[in-house]
């Protein structure tokens, strides 16, 4: 699978977005704060970098990113709305909204290692998509690793209003679908729209 292995700081510059929405708050870069860039981009371009913008935050690749708009307009409802709602259902990206880690990144690492039940079964797969009344709860060994002991010890996460966490028992319940409001960062998904309509 391919791996983006470009410094955070500088892509999130480059998309102007806040390194917070990757979960890295304290990231910063000095490197030419002040510098010149070209003012006047084209609406294609406009396009390119919003949808670049949400494929980053995600982590998501070209292919897949192509068939969750796919999947979207097929559903009822507003399609840009409905494909901001899968991405926030893919299981990393629901384990980083429970604090379960730091990063999306981290977040897959974790599923990807086999530390994640979902229902009680062992899931492996980052882009598996959780449904209203999912239980995720960490392996029963994993929840003596250090990086977990350390939720139980009341390190408060601010989790969003369709996800419950109990920090005791280290499990998240999917109590409701993501809606708008719940992304915590500025898009405009009708960019995205425009851009796969062309």
Not at 167 to 189: C, F, H, K, M, W
């Amino acid at each position: 699978m391919a791996n983006n292995k470009q410094p955070i700081a500088r892509r999130c510059r480059a998309l102007d977005i806040t390194p917070a929405a990757m979960g890295y708050a304290n990231k910063k870069s000095k490197r030419n704060p002040n510098g010149q860039r070209r003012k006047k981009v084209s609406e294609y371009g406009a396009q390119l970098k919003e949808k670049q913008k949400v494929r980053f935050i995600y982590g998501v690749l070209e292919k897949q990113f192509q068939h969750y708009f796919e999947k979207a307009s097929n559903m009822k409802g507003v399609t840009g709305e409905n494909m901001l709602s899968l991405l926030e259902l893919r299981l990393d990206n629901v384990v980083y909204r429970l604090g379960l880690a730091k990063t999306r990144r981290m977040a897959r690492q974790v599923v990807g290692h086999g530390h994640i039940r979902v229902n009680g079964n062992k899931v492996d797969i980052p882009s598996y998509q959780v449904k209203v009344g999912d239980v995720i709860t960490l392996r029963q060994r994993s929840q003596e690793y250090e990086m977990f002991k350390s939720l139980r010890e009341g390190t408060s996460v601010l989790t969003p209003k369709w996800l419950t966490f109990d920090a005791q028992n280290l499990t998240g319940t999917v109590s409701a679908l993501p809606a708008r409001d719940d992304i915590d960062y500025e898009v405009q998904e009708n960019m995205i729209v425009e851009f796969y309509s062309r």
